[in-house]
């Protein structure tokens, strides 16, 4: 079998080299240029190629190229048990870890049956959409950085800073949180924590509407991405879009009312939809959703549910230190999870969150060992980047630097 | 009428016969059931295109290995979603790993494009009719796929390492 699939590997490949000769043939005849945008170019926020090929500005035709920082997480996954896997989620989508960390604990609570107490439930949430919060502002002010306005960026960096100064009162980290535990917490929120996101909800918005006010009605800024890589809603369901760029199509999908998970059925928000699927209504999109994650925290932050944060699990939940040199059951419970000898349930689930930028879904099957038998990641960001060529072609290589960044890719996501 | 997993499941029984669906469970709530290489495609056009369902949306693809189960050691997971009514389906095709072909539904999905060149990056399957399949995520000239079991990662605990190697 191995020989077989080597010829037919090198077959494939003499075909791909054979046409990228007869590619540049053509584009000699047409008189194209082949311009290599990326790997490493500092308009792509990421390392991805794209081969382009050019006639003057306009492109004519693009090649994306991804893989650049892949490191081969499923494969990494198969051998790890499962509590190890979190720090894998962390490096996906680094704009927002905390939402990839709590997407893989539900997934694997719902492998293993576990219910989540509310307190520790209403803390994730708070957390999912500071997480939402730092992706978006990330995405939309670089989105400024490409259209030439610095300002907006450092800006509301300052505030994104506010945002890993809770994440590190909450767990410690900052950038790879590394946060929650299977079953809940790792810690309570301290009160410090709670005066921070109270302090962010009170201080942010007026930032944020100044930050809007400079974007939204400008001139040169609306100039730059109306109608700017449109994408009709029926395209972006084919191609497998999901999150803003979906509902900037015109699309209401949103993991989060479809298939509410953890608290998020206890929230009163609203899904914000654009109309033409273009840039601009894009960073629209994600500006309301910054605004619809401040009323979920609010409303998260007041309502905080006494009681415990973290289930009642002892097989899977690290018990406290104290009382692992105290007590022999917390010892040898200790002893288990650490060493990666608890096995799971046999099972097959598949569960989706809503992450910065689409439907994270994390489909797991387990054999009954102590490692997952199969982890595969929904990356949203792999699914809809192949859009990407579709979208550039016939445009202006200008637009097309903003229409990458305003899709959010994020190259660690992508590649995996 | 109601959708719920056992209607659809009806439904497309009633259309492919138990010849071609079976094996139906749903493990997490997401109705799952197997089929054959032959149907695959047909079936997945069929919820396209019907009215009532509108499985129009391609959530993921997944491959699988089993190298215990003789002459059905890969698995090909479809995972589909009608965002009309909220409802998801899961559809595996089980093939032996000696004849790793399978039809592309590149022609439905544009997103299958690049799950399917994943597909075939890890795990050497190939899709009959795909625009252009090569692989995506590791590079060009490798010689083997590497999520297949037989390719495991090295054990954290192994002795026979010679340290002069690593610097110790």
Known sequence: MATDNKTVVSDGLQEFRENRELKLQEEENQNLTTLNLGPTHPATHGIFQNILQMDGEKIVSAVSTVGYIHRAFEKIAERRPFYQITPLTDRMNYCSSPINNMGYHMTVEKLLGITVPQRAEYIRVIMMELARIADHLICNSILGVDTGAFTGFLYVFQEREKIYDIYEEVCGARLTTNMGRIGGMERDLTPKAIHMIKEFLKEFPKVFAEFESMFNRNRIFVDRTENVGPITAERALNYGFTGPNLRAAGVDYDVRVMNPYSAYADFDFEIPVGSKGDTYDRFMVRNEEVWQSLRIIEQAINNLPEGSFHADAPHYYLPPKQEVYRNMEALIYHFKIVMGEIDAPKGEVYHAVEGGNGELGFYLISDGGRTPYRLHFRRPCFIYYQAYPEMITGVSLSDAIVILSSMNVIAGELDA | ?168
Not at chain 2, 38 to 66: C, K, N, P, W
Request: charged share 25%; glycine share 4%.
């Open chain 2, 1 to 168: 009428m109601e959708l719920t997993n056992e209607n659809v499941l009806g439904k497309i029984i009633e259309k492919f016969g138990t010849d071609n669906i079976w094996d139906a469970y749903a493990p997490d709530g997401i109705m799952t059931f197997q089929t054959n290489r032959e149907s695959i495609v047909e079936l997945i056009q069929f919820l396209y295109d019907d009215e009532e369902l509108q499985v129009r949306f391609l959530t993921t693809m997944a491959g699988i290995h089993y190298p215990d189960q003789k002459g059905k050691e890969l698995c090909m997971m479809y995972q589909l979603h009608s965002l009309r009514h909220n409802l998801r389906l899961r559809i595996k095709v089980y093939f032996p790993i000696e004849d790793p072909v399978l039809p592309t539904i590149t022609h439905i999905y544009a997103t299958a494009n690049w799950m399917e060149r994943e597909a075939y990056d890890f795990y050497g399957m190939l899709f009959t009719g795909h625009p252009n399949l090569i692989r995506i995520l590791n590079v060009e000239d490798m010689e083997y796929h590497p999520m297949l079991k037989q390719y495991p990662l090295e054990d954290q605990t192994r002795e026979d390492k010679i340290n002069t190697y690593f610097g110790r």
